[in-house]
């Protein structure tokens, strides 16, 4: 007997092949919502769907599968650099703007928010899909159309808690205009699925653009921060920032109150363990392979070093190219190109994390029973060493993402787990070096 498509979707709910994209409450009219936001954020079927409806929501779906090389013939025919890892492209760039408050105001480069505001600026655009932090709830993220530069610089910024953008469908599919979108590689894939079928819910997005994704932290991460520096209520954040400040920035909280904690980036990564959605480990892309234009950290001592803020960027598709030369041509951007093998080399931990990490991850699954996402490719043939590492890596996961473990953590000031998390990664980044680089590019 054929499993019902609600059957299906509501499995993939439950389990940790939800992505939070969005998309199923985002076109179920209201019947399917999202609940728990501080906690689980997982959507509920509140109301069931009919089968067309079911089947509708079940094809937007990209938790559950997504065939890379079927998704790649169809959008990317005449991309001419494609690599596994990067996936493909046109042009491999270290980037910025040249405007400074657009480059302070963003993650990296601002790069991201450079291409909205240019766009917006000479008409080619009427509104950008972009994620802020609400306005009512300031310790959550929220998804809007923006429509002016002051509000895409507003949204600027990494956001590391769970985002939903597809739950605005509806405001997407009745906005009067053209529309760029930007979202995590699961986000967009599922935009990628529902033009592919010709659904009139994505007719207006021109664009797309998009971060390079790591992992998504749980809700908890922030709360626990906050209890670390003896904070409870966090319903009193007025202000969240993730990546305030230089680049490459600080978390920083400021409370109704005027109290005020700020961690830098890489110590505040202490929290990745104890609150990481599990569903980033499932992820493989990390580059953001199927957009028109994807950024994220230009990760080198070089960059580091000069502060400021410089991303990499991937142009994958002929418009996403010209955008990109015309920005330069007007001096609004500077553009610097690498190679494949260069941006491979520079991003080899989040490479190996994805292209190498979450293949291994999805065998150990597979021996205990637990159901994978199809991609439509396989990454395999590494050595046993890389395997005892992935071991190593999950069982850590495992213990740290417990109450216990968390409840331990919060007990330490975070300027000293935070240092004392930066010295061991780097110690870790050491010692895994040669597993991680072997045969990386290849
Ligand atoms: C969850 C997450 C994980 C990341 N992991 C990595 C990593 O491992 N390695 C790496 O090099 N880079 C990573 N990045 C990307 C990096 O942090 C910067 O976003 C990237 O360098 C682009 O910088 P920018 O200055 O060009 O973007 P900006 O000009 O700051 O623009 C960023 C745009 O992304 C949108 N946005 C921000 N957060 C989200 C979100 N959670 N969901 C949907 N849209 C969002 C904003 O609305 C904005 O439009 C990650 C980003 C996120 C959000």
Redesign the pocket.
């Known amino acids: 007997m054929s499993v019902k498509s609600i059957d299906e979707l509501k499995r993939i709910m439950r389990s940790d092949l939800c992505n939070r994209c969005g998309s199923c409450v985002g076109l179920s009219d209201g019947k399917i919502v999202f609940t728990d936001r501080e906690g689980k954020f997982r959507p509920l079927v509140i109301e069931e769907p009919n089968e067309k409806e079911s089947a509708r929501l079940l094809n937007a779906c990209a938790g559950k599968n997504f065939d890379f090389p079927e998704y790649r013939k169809q959008f990317y025919a005449d991309t001419p650099g494609f690599h596994t890892y990067t996936g493909p492209f046109h042009g491999i760039f270290i980037a910025h703007?040249n405007d400074e408050k657009?480059?302070r105001?963003?993650?990296?480069?601002?790069?991201?928010?450079?291409i909205?505001i240019y766009l917006l600026k000479s008409k080619q655009i009427e509104g950008?899909v972009?994620?802020?932090m609400s306005k009512k709830k300031p310790w959550l993220?929220e998804?809007f159309i923006a429509t002016s530069e002051e509000e895409?610089i507003e949204?600027?910024?990494?956001?590391?808690?769970?985002?939903s953008?597809n739950e605005i469908l509806p405001e997407i599919s009745a906005f009067k205009g053209r529309l760029a979108y930007?979202?995590?590689p699961g986000?967009v894939q599922s935009i990628r699925k529902l033009q592919k079928a010709g659904d009139k819910a994505v007719e207006n997005i021109k664009y797309i653009?998009?971060?390079?994704?790591?992992?998504?932290l749980q809700f908890s991460s922030v709360r626990s921060f906050l209890r670390s520096y003896k904070i409870r209520d966090y319903q009193n954040i007025s202000k969240l920032w993730f990546?305030y400040g230089e680049w490459p920035g600080n978390m920083r909280i400021e409370m109704t109150d005027g109290r005020s904690v700020e961690l830098p980036k890489f110590h505040a990564n202490y929290l990745i363990p104890f609150h990481i959605l599990k569903n980033s480990l499932l992820c493989t892309d990390?580059s953001n392979e199927f957009t028109d234009i994807s950024?994220?950290?230009?990760?080198a001592p070089v960059y580091e070093e000069r502060g400021k803020?410089f991303?990499?960027?991937l142009s994958r598709t002929p418009e996403g190219a010209r955008i990109l030369n015309e920005m330069e041509s007007k001096g609004l951007i500077s553009l610097s190109p690498i190679t494949a093998d260069e941006a491979i080399t520079m991003?080899s931990h989040?490479y190996d994390l994805k292209k190498r990490g979450t293949f291994i991850r999805m065998k150990f699954r597979k021996w205990i029973g637990k159901s994978n996402p199809d991609y439509g490719y396989t990454v395999s043939g590494f050595p046993i060493s890389r395997y005892l590492m992935e071991f190593v890596i999950n069982a850590l996961f495992v213990v740290l993402g417990t109450r216990i473990a968390q409840w331990t953590v919060e007990q330490i000031p975070p300027s000293t787990i935070g240092r004392v998390f930066e010295k061991t990664r780097n110690i870790w980044k050491k010692a895994t070096f040669s597993i991680k680089r072997e045969n990386l590019s290849q």
């Open positions: 703007s657009i480059r105001a963003g993650a990296s480069g601002g790069m991201i928010s450079a909205l950008a972009v994620t802020g993220a998804s895409i949204a600027a910024q990494s956001k590391y808690i769970i985002t953008v930007v979202g995590l986000q653009f998009g971060p390079f994704y790591g992992n998504t990546r990390l950024g994220g950290d230009a990760w803020g991303s990499m960027v991003h989040g």
